[in-house]
T-cell receptor
């Protein structure tokens, strides 16, 4: 069974630029999560989707971050404009449903200079 | 918001030694989870605990869900070099129709052969 796929694996941008990350969850998983992991910290949930609907985006900085999961499968997370403090690893995870085990992708390491 | 206090922050041990790490919180959680994260990868679930007082083993790993539901520990017996990584505790609780995961800051384990 293929795992959660993410791309790109690494991205370096200058502050005030925009960036987008892509996630392809495990086939059949209804729930998709985006986490931000700052160096030396545990992952922090940004947004949770159930199929193509948002369940929880309470910790998403909505003035600059946006995410969508239009067809209930793939998802993109966008930052526009980026700030220095956005430098982190962005992890995507998926699960069969919101109570099931979450499987994480390898993450995208973002560096904002 | 909920916070998990995970200790120790890092450990340096010799191969064959036993390891113990723990997590405490001021909040009550319904589920405690322990993850391992290796460089360049997302966290991988090691053990899940669902009931207060539960003691669960997975090979050389043993974890317990505290009776107060506010703490958990993870023990690794007879450590080997491949145990190297960052171990995260996570508490799960229902929130607005989802099961939100809150992570600790991690324990970085180094095993000297």
């Amino acid at each position: 069974e293929a795992g959660v796929a993410q791309s790109p694996r690494y991205k370096i941008i200058e502050k005030r630029q925009s960036v987008a990350f892509w996630c392809n969850p495990i086939s059949g998983h209804a729930t998709l999560y985006w986490y931000q992991q700052i160096l030396g910290q545990g992952p922090k949930l940004l947004i949770q989707f159930q199929n193509n609907g948002v369940v929880d985006d309470s910790q998403l900085p909505k003035d600059r971050f946006s995410a969508e999961r239009l067809k209930g499968v793939d998802s993109t997370l966008k930052i526009q404009p980026a700030k220095l403090e956005d430098s982190a690893v962005y992890l995507c995870a998926s699960s069969l449903d919101f109570r099931a085990e979450q499987y994480f992708g390898p993450g995208t390491r973002l560096t904002v200079t | 918001g909920q916070q998990l206090n995970q200790s120790p922050q890092s450990m340096f041990i010799q191969e064959g030694e036993d390891v113990s790490m723990n997590c405490t919180s001021s909040s009550i959680f319904n589920t405690w989870l322990w993850y391992k994260q290796e460089p360049g990868e997302g966290p991988v679930l090691l053990i899940a605990l669902y009931k207060a007082g539960e003691l669960t083993s997975n090979g050389r790993l043993t974890a317990q869900f505290g009776i107060t539901r506010k703490d958990s520990f993870l023990n690794i017996s007879a450590s080997i070099p491949s145990d190297v990584g960052i171990y995260f505790c996570a508490g799960q609780l229902p929130q607005g129709g989802s099961e939100k995961l809150v992570f600790g800051k991690g324990t970085k384990l180094t095993v000297n052969p």
